[in-house]
């Protein structure tokens, strides 16, 4: 049978011929994947410049990757020599020594006591394999930073073809495994866990005797039964754990001579026990026969493994990393799409010219590239709310403009044929358009266009900008460059001749009496009134002239409208397309902006996915792995024949049974007795003295003074009230000393030592276990104290944690203890409790820092009591560096060695008295501390309650400080809530009275137009005619053009309300569900209920309107029905609708004057005979039609019982009002809440400022 050593190179050998072949093919793999990386680094390079931050993230990625695999295999090929073994661990678990132990090295490797001893990566050769010793993990950075030391150390791990994972019997902490999970798990290693036992007296059967052997080996089994849990539960199961001593090992192999620490030890050991009873009391056989059992029997299963694992892991976290980042670039595209979208919607959808002129540099059409990248166009209509918000604008700003100018021509036009004169275009221009009132309109235009469009812009940029040059700075470049006088830029240039000129009518009014003026009309106007004339009645003017001024009468007036009207309506025309070049010439930058970075974006997307489907394939390419835990299982099946018997192997059991014990304790020396009789003392007094010092600050009597500030104080703020009641119930009772610290560093059964050591039978309660028990605080009664024993630190629950910060904040005094490796792991919330924070007060000046378990310093107290001392002085001033490291001050004298339970000999034991303890009483520094409490001088012991009362004060006054902030906080996150919404709401409104007034405008206009043409029709009857006349005045608003154009009309202004409603209900809908607050009217009804919606009756309202008038339009069609409801005037009939659910329909308002047209034109029938009151009786008629004419407008936009459009609007702009009020005093309301904590807040602040005068420090507050 081929020996063991053989075998074992053997198999290293096939390992490593194995490895190379493989290797050979990864390089195939990487090679393909370098190439498809290559080939879209070239493809990116078309896109060179300034790029999204995602995309530089990308070409990091991409440039990373390859480089990062080909450096991978190249450490590989440099270790595919041998096979390699990883030691990984925390820092001071015995990695260096196992490792020296393995070499049979001579000790100088060995860490003397401190952590963070080993910085670098080393390696010793073993039977044709290479260990690796590493730093440690999670230590304090003694000379270097951690994150340095651990990276250090995981490079060791990913070139390890095993990696042992190294624990001790102190605890094993959450970070830990976490590291293991990514460094150790994720690559595919295969792992053994060494679980180092410092305890001297483990597997020692003549110290131990065989009662207690039991205790010490359950503590072991505790702790591998935890590794083995949180292994499994980060995916490592079945992982074997080998207990061994690693000192002892080292003890029993090291070369000579020897130069690591504790030579005194390691010489009277060896003189003692020899080399063969130390290696077997070390349990190191067991680990070395399972690691050659794993590598004969799987070498190279477990070489391929962590060849083929590694590459994979690494190909799939780039491609889950890449995943990630494509998430990221689309979630952003889509953003920027949403931006894009909202311009759109705001300035229109660009084509054509303007696409060209505003959104295509350098010939490329971004808004195509951008479409054909994200799979479909852009949705927004071709006219954006910019253009019909500006529109009704501009229809309702030059409303009195126009109306001005319409009258204005009115009454030129009777001037001059009253005297019959000539009027050219300049005196008609100048007597007819007020130039000034226009550019002022516009000016207001522009005013209210701009507050238009930062709103929208900064509604756009508050909800979809993820870019640093977002729409808020586009709306701040309106801001800055969109200022008065641009409208004279894009719109007044022209002036009134902009409008003339287009009109290209006829405005010149000829003098009809006078031939030669009539020639000069004609020559001015070139076309139009005096061209029609002049073709009706040629020479023969004179002869025709009454006829003729009345023909030209209604030519002129219905010219100089439609003059007037054009004019204004190509100013609004020209306004709105001034607004729409103005918004692009500010935006049209920032637009490019998007829309490359949206096709950059989506491109790296394109090619991201190419990547991913690179590296998921390369990763599929790889071999397949035989899981590399069946040969480690296999490997322990030749270590026994049960799982029981394996366990007693792996855990080092065997000595339990071991008869060659005596039990023999060594009597202490009587010169080391006096040693520590006197070592006793001095730390009696030192302690003693540490304690008095820090419940002495701030003094009694200052405290007492402050305290009755605060009670002064809380009588103008009853919220103190808790303050002074936590002050007093602290002070009377007795003062509590907290113990705090790690899980599994000893608190319990330190404080068990302390109970029993005072008498005190109550330690039956008490679990010690191996893993975190303690769940809650227990308080303990001492004569003049309370004991309190908190849950464990850096146990995986994190409400554990805080409670034991809660329970060491209420204490006089707070015993912290530590492992004899100090600080490692996560020490944030020490670090909180000790400085302070926004919540408790700060515990540094009240702490004693306990150095626990100094039996496994590394000396033994009895045969070696000076490196002992030593070793204990030394860790003493390691922690205060440590502390100060953290910003913690603590001076030596405030830092005890001890050891609650010496090598844990009592473990779990509940059969104990203090006599237990009398064997190693001398040396293990608990006495010093238990006489140093009990023989403080009682008016300290009262000195130390008014000390916790004082920081249960401070603690009390930081959370009301805190509650108080918080108040405000909340307070201003309400108004900060509701501030969104209320600008919905006010853009609402705002825009509900733009389009009413321009709905009053554009009926005002149909009806005038109407009007007007009925009153030329009045100017075109003669005297011989007064019957017309009469039926003219009667029926002009009941002919069917004025239903069809009052029907297009209440279309119209039912769709304009319905798109108000649709954008502001949209709007105010997200902002109410982004606020979280339910909108209400000021009827109670809320915006959007499950019945209706508040705004619905937009639609159907003036749907009902715009539907029935037709039949109301039919129902006046006789005289009589005129006069009957002459006969009415005054009453209120309901306006062009109808009653819901009724079928009478009542005549609008706007006609119930007609009875006195009617009348009129009776009169006028009755004079008609007069000739020469013909004129007055047709200026009478015009008259009557401009007064119906109002009283229709009244009708139509206002309404009556039903409401008319433009009343609709102004009653939903009230219920917004009310909203708006009801808002103003909720803001009020909570404006006087914050003013109120603020005031409290000052003063809490006041009297926190005073305690930190008293403490001389400030306990933060942040």
């Given at each position: 049978m081929?020996s063991?050593?053989?075998s074992l190179?053997?198999?290293v050998?096939?390992?490593i011929?194995r490895?190379?072949?493989e290797?050979?093919?990864?390089d195939?793999v990487?090679?393909r994947l370098?190439?498809a990386?290559?080939?879209t680094?070239?493809?990116?390079?078309?896109?060179?410049g300034?790029?999204p931050?995602?995309?530089?993230?990308?070409?990091?990625?991409?440039?990373g990757?390859p480089?990062e695999?080909?450096?991978?295999?190249?450490?590989?090929?440099d270790?595919?020599?041998?096979?390699?073994i990883?030691?990984?661990g925390?820092?001071?678990v015995g990695?260096?020594?196992?490792?020296?132990?393995?070499?049979e090295?001579?000790?100088?490797?060995?860490?003397?006591g401190?952590?963070?001893?080993t910085?670098?990566?080393r390696h010793?050769?073993?039977?044709?394999c290479?260990?690796?010793d590493?730093p440690?993990i999670n230590g304090?950075?003694?000379?270097?930073?951690r994150?340095?030391?651990?990276?250090?150390?995981?490079?060791?791990?990913?070139?390890?073809?095993?990696?042992l994972?190294?624990f001790?019997?102190?605890s094993?902490?959450a970070?830990?495994?976490s590291?293991?999970?990514?460094?150790?798990?994720?690559?595919g290693?295969?792992?053994?866990?060494v679980l180092?036992?410092?305890?001297?007296?483990w597997?020692?059967?003549?110290?131990?005797?065989?009662?207690?052997?039991k205790?010490?080996?359950?503590?072991v089994?505790q702790?591998a039964?935890n590794?083995?849990t949180e292994?499994?539960?980060i995916g490592l199961?079945?992982?074997?754990?080998?207990?061994?001593?690693?000192?002892r090992?080292?003890?029993a192999?090291?070369?000579?001579?020897?130069?690591?620490?504790?030579?005194?030890?390691?010489l009277?050991?060896r003189e003692?026990?020899?080399?063969?009873t130390l290696?077997?009391w070390s349990?190191?056989e067991?680990l070395?026969?399972?690691?050659?059992?794993?590598?004969?029997?799987?070498?190279a299963?477990?070489?391929?493994n962590?060849?083929?694992e590694?590459v994979?892991?690494?190909?799939?976290?780039s491609?889950?990393?890449?995943?990630?980042?494509?998430?990221?670039i689309?979630k952003?595209?889509?953003?920027?799409?949403?931006?894009?979208?909202s311009?759109f919607?705001?300035?229109?959808?660009?084509?054509?010219?303007?696409r060209?002129k505003w959104?295509?540099?350098a010939?490329v059409?971004?808004?195509?590239?951008a479409?054909?990248?994200?799979?479909?166009p852009?949705?927004?209509?071709?006219?954006?709310s910019?253009?019909?918000y500006?529109?009704y604008?501009?229809?309702?700003h030059?409303?009195?403009?126009?109306?001005?100018a319409?009258?204005?021509a009115?009454?030129?036009?009777?001037?001059?044929?009253n005297?019959?004169?000539?009027?050219?275009?300049?005196?008609?221009?100048?007597?007819?358009?007020d130039e000034?009132?226009?550019?002022t309109?516009?000016?207001t235009v522009?005013?209210d266009?701009?507050?238009?469009?930062e709103?929208?812009?900064?509604?756009?940029a508050?909800q979809?900008?993820?870019l640093d040059?977002?729409?808020?700075?586009?709306?701040?470049?309106i801001?800055?460059?969109?200022?008065?006088?641009?409208?004279?830029?894009f719109?007044?240039?022209g002036?009134?001749a902009?409008?003339?000129?287009?009109?290209?009518v006829?405005v010149a009014?000829?003098?009809?009496?006078?031939?030669?003026?009539?020639?000069?009309?004609?020559a001015v106007?070139?076309?139009?009134v005096?061209?029609?004339?002049?073709?009706?009645f040629?020479k023969r003017?004179?002869?025709?002239?009454?006829e003729a001024?009345?023909?030209?009468?209604?030519?002129?007036i219905?010219?100089?409208?439609?003059?007037?009207?054009?004019t204004f309506d190509?100013?609004?025309?020209?306004?709105?397309?001034?607004?729409?070049?103005?918004?692009?010439?500010l935006?049209?930058?920032?637009?490019?902006?998007?829309?490359?970075?949206?096709?950059?974006?989506?491109?790296a997307?394109?090619?991201?996915?190419k990547?991913?489907?690179?590296l998921?394939?390369?990763?599929?390419?790889?071999?397949?792995?035989?899981?590399p835990q069946?040969?480690?299982?296999?490997?322990?099946?030749q270590?026994a024949d049960?799982?029981?018997?394996l366990t007693?192997v792996l855990?080092?059991?065997?000595?339990?049974?071991?008869?060659?014990?005596?039990g023999?304790?060594p009597?202490?020396?009587?010169?080391?007795r006096?040693?520590?009789?006197?070592?006793?003392?001095?730390?009696?007094?030192?302690?003693?003295?540490?304690?008095i010092e820090?419940?002495?600050?701030?003094p009694?009597v200052?405290?007492?003074?402050?305290?009755?500030?605060?009670?002064?104080e809380?009588?103008?703020?009853?919220?103190?009230?808790?303050v002074?009641?936590?002050f007093?119930?602290?002070?009377?009772?007795?003062?509590?000393l907290?113990v705090?610290g790690?899980?599994?560093?000893?608190?319990?059964?330190?404080?068990?030592?302390?109970?029993?050591?005072?008498?005190?039978?109550a330690?039956?309660?008490?679990d010690?276990?191996?893993?975190?028990?303690?769940e809650?605080s227990?308080r303990y009664?001492?004569?003049r104290?309370?004991?309190v024993d908190?849950?464990?630190l850096?146990?995986?629950?994190?409400?554990?944690?805080?409670?034991?910060?809660?329970?060491a904040?209420?204490?006089?005094?707070?015993?912290?203890?530590v492992?004899?490796?100090?600080?490692v792991g996560?020490?944030?919330?020490?670090?909180?409790?000790?400085?302070?924070?926004?919540?408790?007060a700060?515990k540094?000046d009240?702490m004693?820092?306990?150095?626990?378990r100094?039996d496994?310093?590394?000396?033994d107290p009895?045969?070696?009591?000076?490196t002992?001392?030593?070793?204990a002085q030394?860790?003493r001033?390691e922690?205060?560096?440590?502390?100060?490291?953290?910003?913690?001050d603590?001076g030596?004298?405030r830092?005890?060695v001890?050891?609650g339970?010496?090598?844990?000999?009592?473990?779990?034991?509940?059969?104990l008295?203090?006599?237990d303890?009398?064997g190693?009483?001398?040396?293990?520094g608990?006495?010093?501390?238990i006489?140093?409490?009990a023989?403080?001088?009682?008016?300290?012991?009262?000195?130390a309650?008014?000390?916790?009362a004082?920081?249960?004060?401070?603690?009390?006054?930081?959370?009301?400080?805190r509650?108080l902030?918080?108040?405000q906080?909340?307070?201003r996150?309400?108004i900060?809530r509701?501030e969104p919404?209320?600008g919905?709401v006010?853009?609402?409104?705002?825009?509900?009275?733009?389009?009413s007034d321009?709905?009053?405008?554009?009926a005002?206009?149909?009806i005038?137009?109407?009007?007007?043409?009925?009153k030329?029709?009045v100017?075109g009857?003669d005297r011989?005619?007064?019957?017309?006349?009469?039926d003219?005045?009667e029926t002009?608003?009941?002919?069917?053009?004025v239903?069809?154009d009052?029907?297009?009309?209440?279309d119209?202004?039912?769709k304009?309300?319905?798109e108000w409603?649709?954008?502001?209900e949209?709007?105010?809908?997200?902002?109410?569900?982004?606020?979280?607050?339910?909108?209400?009217?000021g009827?109670?009804v809320?915006?959007?209920?499950?019945d209706?919606?508040?705004?619905?009756?937009?639609?159907?309202?003036v749907?009902?309107?715009a539907?029935?008038?037709a039949?109301l339009?039919?129902a006046f069609g006789?005289r009589?029905?005129v006069y009957?409801?002459?006969k009415?005037l005054?009453?209120?009939?309901?306006?062009?609708?109808?009653?819901?659910?009724g079928a009478?329909?009542?005549k609008?308002?706007?006609?119930?004057?007609?009875?006195?047209?009617?009348?009129?034109a009776?009169?006028?029938?009755?004079?008609?005979?007069?000739?020469?009151?013909?004129?007055d009786?047709?200026?009478?008629a015009?008259e009557a039609?401009?007064r119906?004419?109002?009283?229709?407008?009244?009708g139509?936009?206002?309404?009556?019982?039903e409401?008319?459009p433009?009343?609709?609007?102004?009653?939903?702009?009230?219920?917004?009002e009310a909203?708006l009020?009801?808002?103003?005093?909720?803001t009020?309301?909570f404006?006087?809440l914050?003013g109120?904590?603020?005031?409290r807040?000052?003063?809490?602040?006041?009297?926190?400022?005073?305690?930190d005068e008293l403490t001389?420090?400030e306990?933060g507050?942040?």
């Amino acid at each position: 049978m081929t020996s063991e050593p053989t075998s074992l190179q053997d198999a290293v050998s096939g390992a490593i011929e194995r490895g190379r072949a493989e290797l050979s093919l990864l390089d195939d793999v990487v090679d393909r994947l370098v190439a498809a990386f290559a080939k879209t680094v070239d493809e990116s390079a078309d896109n060179a410049g300034e790029q999204p931050p995602l995309i530089r993230e990308l070409e990091d990625i991409v440039r990373g990757i390859p480089r990062e695999l080909r450096t991978h295999l190249d450490r590989e090929r440099d270790a595919l020599g041998t096979f390699n073994i990883a030691f990984f661990g925390r820092t001071g678990v015995g990695k260096s020594t196992l490792l020296s132990a393995f070499g049979e090295l001579d000790g100088s490797y060995v860490s003397p006591g401190a952590s963070d001893w080993t910085t670098d990566v080393r390696h010793i050769e073993w039977r044709g394999c290479r260990l690796y010793d590493t730093p440690g993990i999670n230590g304090w950075g003694r000379t270097e930073s951690r994150d340095d030391l651990e990276m250090r150390a995981r490079r060791a791990v990913e070139i390890a073809d095993i990696v042992l994972l190294c624990f001790d019997n102190q605890s094993q902490q959450a970070m830990e495994f976490s590291k293991i999970a990514d460094w150790v798990r994720d690559y595919g290693k295969p792992v053994a866990v060494v679980l180092n036992v410092r305890n001297p007296r483990w597997r020692d059967p003549i110290k131990v005797p065989r009662r207690r052997r039991k205790n010490l080996s359950e503590s072991v089994r505790q702790h591998a039964d935890n590794i083995r849990t949180e292994l499994a539960n980060i995916g490592l199961p079945d992982t074997p754990v080998v207990a061994v001593h690693s000192r002892r090992a080292l003890f029993a192999r090291a070369a000579t001579p020897f130069h690591g620490p504790g030579r005194e030890d390691f010489l009277h050991e060896r003189e003692e026990f020899g080399t063969e009873t130390l290696t077997r009391w070390s349990n190191f056989e067991t680990l070395e026969r399972l690691i050659t059992a794993a590598i004969v029997e799987g070498a190279a299963d477990l070489r391929l493994n962590a060849l083929r694992e590694d590459v994979r892991a690494r190909c799939k976290r780039s491609a889950e990393e890449l995943s990630r980042l494509a998430g990221a670039i689309e979630k952003q595209a889509g953003a920027l799409d949403r931006e894009i979208e909202s311009l759109f919607a705001i300035l229109g959808y660009p084509e054509g010219e303007e696409r060209e002129k505003w959104l295509q540099p350098a010939e490329v059409d971004l808004v195509a590239a951008a479409e054909a990248t994200r799979g479909r166009p852009y949705t927004s209509p071709a006219k954006g709310s910019l253009d019909r918000y500006v529109r009704y604008l501009s229809a309702s700003h030059l409303a009195q403009c126009r109306r001005k100018a319409r009258t204005a021509a009115d009454e030129l036009i009777e001037n001059a044929f009253n005297d019959h004169r000539t009027i050219d275009e300049a005196e008609f221009t100048k007597a007819v358009f007020d130039e000034t009132a226009i550019r002022t309109a516009i000016d207001t235009v522009w005013t209210d266009r701009q507050t238009f469009l930062e709103r929208e812009l900064d509604m756009a940029a508050g909800q979809q900008s993820v870019l640093d040059h977002s729409a808020t700075a586009r709306a701040a470049a309106i801001r800055g460059s969109d200022g008065s006088g641009a409208a004279g830029k894009f719109v007044q240039g022209g002036g009134i001749a902009v409008g003339l000129g287009a009109l290209a009518v006829p405005v010149a009014i000829a003098n009809f009496w006078n031939p030669a003026g009539w020639v000069a009309g004609v020559a001015v106007a070139g076309v139009g009134v005096a061209g029609q004339l002049q073709q009706r009645f040629g020479k023969r003017l004179s002869e025709r002239s009454e006829e003729a001024a009345r023909k030209a009468r209604v030519e002129a007036i219905a010219n100089s409208h439609r003059a007037v009207n054009q004019t204004f309506d190509d100013y609004e025309n020209l306004v709105v397309r001034g607004s729409r070049e103005a918004a692009w010439v500010l935006v049209s930058e920032s637009a490019i902006e998007l829309l490359t970075q949206t096709v950059l974006l989506r491109r790296a997307r394109g090619r991201v996915e190419k990547l991913v489907d690179a590296l998921n394939v390369g990763a599929n390419s790889i071999g397949a792995s035989r899981a590399p835990q069946n040969v480690l299982i296999r490997a322990q099946e030749q270590l026994a024949d049960t799982r029981t018997d394996l366990t007693r192997v792996l855990l080092g059991e065997d000595w339990l049974d071991s008869a060659d014990s005596s039990g023999h304790v060594p009597q202490v020396d009587p010169g080391t007795r006096v040693m520590y009789a006197e070592r006793h003392e001095s730390d009696k007094r030192r302690l003693c003295d540490a304690i008095i010092e820090l419940w002495a600050a701030p003094p009694t009597v200052s405290i007492r003074a402050w305290r009755d500030e605060v009670e002064a104080e809380a009588l103008r703020d009853p919220g103190l009230l808790e303050v002074t009641q936590s002050f007093s119930g602290v002070a009377r009772a007795k003062p509590v000393l907290s113990v705090f610290g790690d899980y599994n560093s000893g608190k319990s059964s330190l404080i068990r030592r302390i109970l029993l050591e005072n008498d005190v039978r109550a330690t039956e309660s008490i679990d010690i276990r191996a893993v975190p028990a303690t769940e809650a605080s227990d308080r303990y009664e001492l004569p003049r104290f309370d004991l309190v024993d908190t849950p464990g630190l850096q146990g995986g629950d994190p409400g554990h944690a805080q409670h034991a910060v809660q329970s060491a904040v209420e204490s006089a005094l707070v015993f912290v203890v530590v492992h004899i490796n100090l600080l490692v792991g996560d020490t944030a919330l020490l670090e909180q409790l000790a400085r302070g924070s926004s919540e408790h007060a700060a515990k540094g000046d009240r702490m004693i820092f306990l150095i626990n378990r100094c039996d496994e310093l590394g000396a033994d107290p009895l045969t070696t009591p000076d490196t002992f001392l030593n070793l204990a002085q030394r860790k003493r001033e390691e922690l205060c560096a440590a502390l100060a490291r953290r910003s913690i001050d603590v001076g030596v004298d405030r830092v005890h060695v001890l050891s609650g339970d010496p090598y844990g000999l009592a473990g779990g034991d509940h059969e104990l008295d203090k006599h237990d303890f009398d064997g190693n009483r001398a040396w293990d520094g608990v006495g010093a501390l238990i006489e140093a409490i009990a023989e403080l001088p009682d008016d300290v012991v009262s000195s130390a309650s008014v000390a916790a009362a004082f920081d249960s004060a401070v603690t009390a006054l930081k959370r009301r400080m805190r509650d108080l902030h918080l108040q405000q906080d909340e307070v201003r996150a309400d108004i900060h809530r509701l501030e969104p919404l209320m600008g919905a709401v006010r853009a609402a409104h705002t825009d509900a009275s733009i389009i009413s007034d321009s709905l009053r405008e554009r009926a005002h206009r149909i009806i005038q137009r109407l009007a007007s043409d009925a009153k030329s029709r009045v100017h075109g009857i003669d005297r011989k005619d007064n019957a017309k006349l009469r039926d003219l005045v009667e029926t002009w608003w009941r002919e069917p053009q004025v239903e069809t154009d009052l029907q297009r009309f209440l279309d119209e202004a039912a769709k304009t309300i319905d798109e108000w409603r649709s954008e502001h209900e949209s709007a105010i809908g997200r902002e109410s569900r982004s606020a979280q607050f339910e909108v209400m009217t000021g009827d109670g009804v809320g915006f959007q209920t499950a019945d209706r919606d508040w705004l619905d009756d937009v639609a159907e309202g003036v749907g009902e309107t715009a539907g029935n008038l037709a039949p109301l339009v039919k129902a006046f069609g006789s005289r009589d029905a005129v006069y009957q409801i002459g006969k009415q005037l005054g009453h209120k009939f309901k306006p062009w609708g109808a009653v819901k659910g009724g079928a009478k329909v009542a005549k609008a308002g706007a006609v119930l004057a007609v009875v006195a047209a009617a009348a009129d034109a009776a009169a006028m029938a009755n004079d008609a005979r007069k000739a020469n009151e013909h004129q007055d009786q047709q200026a009478r008629a015009a008259e009557a039609i401009d007064r119906r004419a109002e009283e229709l407008l009244v009708g139509i936009v206002d309404g009556d019982e039903e409401p008319g459009p433009v009343r609709f609007l102004v009653e939903r702009m009230a219920e917004l009002e009310a909203l708006l009020d009801e808002h103003s005093q909720r803001t009020r309301v909570f404006q006087d809440l914050v003013g109120s904590a603020s005031a409290r807040a000052r003063r809490v602040e006041a009297l926190l400022d005073s305690a930190d005068e008293l403490t001389g420090t400030e306990s933060g507050r942040a």
